[in-house]
């Protein structure tokens, strides 16, 4: 399919790039900072040779969410979005940006979240998980009290949230002691980043700010498979009824009405039809999870994926441009079946 816009979407800066470092081999490690570092170059090319037309490009992981000192995340977000800005000043056919935000300081953040959507024009903010913090709890989840102010200026301003993972720190992954490789995207990315969203739809910030947008990648972490049992637990226990979070909907009603799903990083046609039961096809969009995954398996698995083509233009394109307001609108090449272009 031609025109796909992709956006979980990566790059870093030298003051982050080590972020994405893990413990990768040698060889490995040169060439994701490589391709890290790299936007109008190589990511352009791979993207003309896989038909994605546009990228919404986001900061890598944790970066800003993992700095402790407050005046330290909010100078770095800002040095941050103004080089993204810049890149995508450069190619804004092929590019937009997705705010990286100091939610360790949420006053900060949300002065910085108006300057990039009415300043920079970036479409959206993207968070890597909780934020950590010096001096109060070193874990910041975004259902506290506290961010209430932060998520009433999202709602005004009308763009999407992606709540992107990151690791849980070393002090409270005793779950994954010894199996060092369960986390990052084998599962602890997905586990973190599912009780995150479910604490946003239990807490009850939706019933008060019911058209705020959270976009969760990786087919919805896990979230779509297990969103019935949520709702449901054992429904034959009167005193399990009704459930005890402030929220006033079932949990599902909230996954349902403020949830998009993207596909990065899972390139499996029965998640996909999973999620589309679960959610519906105007609610997933396209996405690789360049450059920690290939955008040449992302493509051509979605390409080829065993869905209508009416999904796959929604899914592959015209769901991000709406969401986003990119105005990109439909050729008559993307509205062709691949098969036909085959
Ligand atoms: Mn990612």
Redesign the pocket.
């Known amino acids: 399919m031609q025109g796909k816009i992709a956006l ?1 979407e ?1 790059f870093a800066i030298p003051e982050t790039l080590a972020d994405s470092a893990g413990v990768l081999p040698d060889e490995s490690w040169r060439e994701l900072s490589a391709r890290l570092l790299d936007i109008h170059d190589r990511r352009l090319r791979e993207m003309d040779a896989h038909g994605i037309e546009m990228m919404l490009l986001s900061l890598n ?1 944790p970066a800003i969410q993992g700095i402790r000192d407050r005046a330290t995340a909010v100078d770095l977000a800002g040095r941050a979005n103004d080089y993204l800005a810049e890149q995508v000043a450069r190619r804004p056919d092929r590019f937009q940006g997705f705010a990286a935000l100091p939610l360790q300081d949420p006053d900060a953040a949300t002065r910085e979240l108006v300057r990039c959507v009415d300043e920079l024009g970036f479409r959206g903010a993207l968070a890597n998980g909780f934020s950590e913090t010096s001096d109060g709890p070193d874990m910041l989840y975004y259902d506290l009290p506290m961010f209430r102010p932060f998520w009433a200026e999202l709602e005004r301003l009308q763009v999407p949230f992606y709540l ?2 990151r690791n849980p720190l070393p002090q409270h992954a005793q779950i994954y002691a010894g199996h060092p490789w369960l986390l990052g995207p084998t599962w602890a990315f997905g586990q973190e980043t599912a009780v995150h969203a479910l604490r946003l739809m239990g807490s009850g910030l939706f019933d008060d700010h019911p058209r705020l947008t959270i976009i969760i ?1 990786h087919m919805g972490e896990g979230l779509p498979i297990s969103m019935w049992r949520v709702d449901n637990r054992n429904g034959w226990t009167k005193d399990m009824v009704p459930p005890s979070y402030p929220a006033k909907q079932p949990i599902a009603h909230f996954f349902h009405n403020n949830f998009f799903i993207t596909t ?2 899972n390139f499996r046609t029965q998640s996909l039809v999973d999620t589309m039961l679960e959610i519906g096809s105007d609610r997933i969009l396209f996405s690789a ?1 360049w450059p ?1 995954e290939n955008i040449d398996h992302a493509a051509i698995w979605f390409d080829h994926a065993s869905i209508s083509e009416a999904d796959r233009r929604k899914i592959g394109r015209t769901n991000a441009d709406a969401l986003f307001k990119l105005n990109l609108g439909v050729t008559p090449e993307q509205i062709a079946p691949a098969v036909m272009a085959a």
């Open positions: 979980e990566h992981a992107h993972p990648g990065s990083g999870d920690f």
